[in-house]
């Protein structure tokens, strides 16, 4: 029998899928052995077992291992993506007892028989073409070997094997385990038999250990978003708020030529963990993108998922709210795709966004839903917001020449030209956010927030909590101190203006499209925490 690692599979750009990742950590779930990629070792029988076998594994152990398997982007489902966060303690929910307990919950994704699995992967890798022209580049070809090209040129004989203090970058150690202890067969002859294995296609391959390098672990998956940048995993120190006045380059108060300016500002330590509840949606209902009424007795939302023909926009509505039972009434629901719902300040109107005329733009209608016309004009525009004093609208339109730009633009309700806000020539703004005066609007771009005044162009600047990743979905408080948005997969954060330093609130990596109560008391969000696309509400106490 001959093993392979996990770290050499994972090095030569080997994607391995649910079951076979669920099949390996089932296998090594009940110990012996802590499982890193390292320390996980695959047999040509199907095994799979911990080279080093001291220690017992942990859920956390198990699902960074997960973790590293299925990285973001790869095809998962959602409910195995929030089980492995909740063993990595990244949402707000009770972490598993066990090992054993973790295991009882991934026994719901496999897919036959684990040994088969797993002797189907090395099958899989042996006609990999990454592995082979990797192993290729790092082993010298014995002659005489079927399937290899390239002219061999190595000793006749190899040393027993003694690992090599410091390995040098890129180095790949070699063992025979068939061997008895002490006796080792000669080097050639166990790189032969076993790429003759993988020329072949046999399930077999000589064990290898990669001493010199192990991949980090990646982070939870979230929904459908632009592929964040690499993200320091421990927050760092965020840059600072600067007061900016409107640059030359771009006059008035359109803003987007700069970031933020790098300075030392406070991360306060995570808050306290929090229970928010589920108030909308259910396994087989989800719900989106909630938004208070101006009372604070009524949520607006949209309903259908990602693969729905299409969605409406609904609302929940009790007189005793939050503590009363909700009635869900259905407002527009038309057969198109409806998004992003948000009731007027006077609570007459709804703004939504909406793709019924064949390209997605921000359309006004009553409050029941009659008398829909667009406002945004022609061209790709979305995520609508109403200043407090109800007389404009924020929109993001995406630029004629370049639809994945997003820029913010500002248009009266009541008529006359929208006026764009931001020039920025790359990436797309979030959706905006109004303080209370109507004048100082926030948004987002990027790794960076921004606090405009609209009437005198000044800005205030503050870069990611989270150094690099991407800040979304901003909500300022009804009082004007805080705004919470999103950092992409790290949770939701608080910034308090008073002195400009940001709280982890939230560590669930799938929240984001927050909504304040009026009181301030609440905030609601949709995440998809327990496998659903639901809307759940926060308490601010």
């Not at 006609?127 to 006749?156: F, H, I, K, W, Y």
Request: with cysteine; proline share 11%; glycine share 8%.
């Amino acid at each position: 029998m001959f093993t392979v690692t996990l770290a050499l599979l994972c090095r030569k750009h080997l994607h391995l899928d649910t079951p076979e990742a669920i099949a390996i950590a089932q296998s090594v779930a009940h110990g012996p052995g802590i499982p890193t990629l390292d320390n996980v070792e695959l047999g040509s029988d199907g095994s799979v077992s911990c080279i080093v076998r001291s220690g017992a594994p942990a859920a956390a152990d198990l699902a960074r291992l997960l973790e590293t398997l299925l990285p973001p982007g790869s095809r998962v489902p959602a409910p195995l993506r929030y089980a492995i966060a909740r063993a990595l303690g990244q949402v707000d929910a009770p972490p598993f007892e066990s090992a054993e307990a973790f295991a009882a919950v991934l026994a719901r994704f496999e897919h036959g028989d684990r040994r088969d699995v797993v002797r189907r992967l090395l099958q899989r890798a042996a006609a990999a073409p990454p592995l082979a022209a990797g192993l290729r580049e790092t082993l010298p070809a014995p002659a005489g070997l079927a399937g290899l090209d390239e002219p061999a040129s190595v000793p006749q004989e190899e040393p027993a094997f003694a690992p090599p203090e410091e390995p040098a970058a890129g180095a790949v150690i070699f063992h025979d385990f068939q061997s008895p202890s002490g006796a080792r067969r000669p080097f050639l002859k166990t790189v032969a038999a076993a790429l003759a294995l993988f020329a072949s296609g046999a399930a077999g391959f000589t064990a290898v250990r990669l001493l010199n390098e192990r991949p980090a672990a990646a982070a939870s998956a979230a929904p459908s978003t632009p592929a964040p940048k690499p993200a320091d995993p421990v927050p760092p120190a965020a840059s600072a708020a600067i007061d900016q006045p409107p640059s030359a380059a771009s006059p008035g108060p359109e803003v987007g030529t700069t970031g933020a300016v790098p300075a030392t500002n406070p991360v306060i330590p995570r808050a306290p963990r929090t229970s928010p509840v589920r108030v909308i949606g259910d396994r087989d209902d989800a719900a989106f993108s909630p938004a208070f009424s101006p009372t604070g007795t009524a949520l607006f939302f949209q309903t259908g998922g990602a693969r729905a023909p299409s969605s409406a926009i609904a609302m929940a509505s009790s007189p005793d709210w939050p503590g009363g039972d909700l009635r869900i009434m259905t407002i527009v629901d038309d057969g198109s795709r409806n998004y992003h719902a948000q009731p007027s300040p006077d609570g007459e109107s709804i703004a939504f966004d909406s793709d019924r005329d064949g390209e997605r733009g921000v359309y006004l209608a009553d409050r029941d839903g009659s008398h829909v016309r667009r406002i945004s004009g022609p061209g790709y525009a979305a995520l609508p917001s109403w200043s407090p004093d109800g007389t404009r609208l924020a929109y993001i339109r995406a630029e004629v020449d370049r639809p994945s730009v997003w820029n913010l633009w500002v248009k009266p309700v009541n008529g006359g030209e929208a006026r764009r806000i931001t020039r920025y020539p790359y990436g797309q703004t979030w959706s905006a956010s109004w303080f209370p005066d109507s004048v100082h609007i926030c948004f987002t771009h990027e790794d960076t927030l921004t606090v405009l005044d609209l009437e005198t162009g000044r800005t205030r600047q503050f870069a990611s909590p989270v150094k690099g990743a991407l800040v979304r979905t901003p909500a300022v408080s009804p009082d004007g101190s805080r705004i919470v948005f999103q950092v992409f997969r790290h949770g939701a954060w608080m910034l308090n203006l008073a002195d400009g330093s940001t709280q982890c609130v939230l560590t669930d990596p799938t929240a984001e499209e927050f909504a304040w109560a009026p009181d301030g008391a609440r905030i609601a969000f949709h995440s998809k925490r327990d496998g659903q696309w639901g809307i759940y509400m926060l308490s601010r106490g």
